[in-house]
């Protein structure tokens, strides 16, 4: 069973974090992974650092945002993210626009539908994630977080791009 310990901090618009005494490899790890226990303030308004099409069993439109300290480094190319760093991912399922079909006989235009896979975030913070290479990661299912295990799952994915500083996305200005 996992320990849950409420933590109170302050990091730009984060507030209120919870930790999860487990490592990426189902060891315990006092006081590792804390991951928020509300999504920040204003998340839907941060910069859009890239959006993206999933195909495969999650098959979905997202967008990938991110806090000041985020935009910051990712314009500037940074080969590792600074601890504050904040990345969201929102997805959505997607449909032909019935009038793109008529238009080109096919459908060729897609537009987003339903909000699905709740919503994602990573937190940098090189000490306190320092098991999942400096990232904690939480998913939120209906505003609340989700009860998946995000740090191992998601850890196990992005460690393909450990060169990249765990990080996936790249920024398209």
């Known amino acids: 069973m996992k320990k849950i310990i409420v933590v ?9 974090l919870i930790g999860y005494n487990a490592s990426a490899s189902g060891e315990t790890d006092k006081g590792r992974t804390p991951v928020l226990t509300e999504m920040p303030g204003g ?6 650092i890239a959006v993206a099409h999933e195909e495969g069993k999650l098959n979905d439109l997202r967008a ?5 300290i985020a935009i910051k480094a990712f ?13 969201a991912r929102l997805a959505w399922d997607y449909h032909p626009l019935e009038e793109s079909k008529e238009a080109f006989g096919a ?17 940098k913070d090189a000490k306190k994630y320092a098991s999942t290479g400096g990232w904690g990661y939480v ?13 191992e799952a998601c850890f196990s994915c992005h460690s393909i791009v450990k060169d990249r500083d765990f990080v996936f996305s790249r920024y398209a200005p």
Do not use: C, H
């Open 107 to 123: 459908p060729q235009s897609f537009v987003s539908g339903s909000p699905k896979n709740g919503v994602q975030f990573m937190i």
């Open 64 to 68: 990938i945002l991110g806090n000041d």
């Open 139 to 151: 998913e939120f299912d209906d505003g609340k977080p989700s009860s998946t295990a995000m740090p």
């Open 43 to 48: 998340y839907r308004d941060w910069p859009v």
């Open 8 to 16: 109170s901090l302050t990091v730009g618009l984060v507030t209120g």
């Open 75 to 87: 314009r500037e190319g940074a080969a590792t993210y600074p601890d504050g760093t904040i990345i």
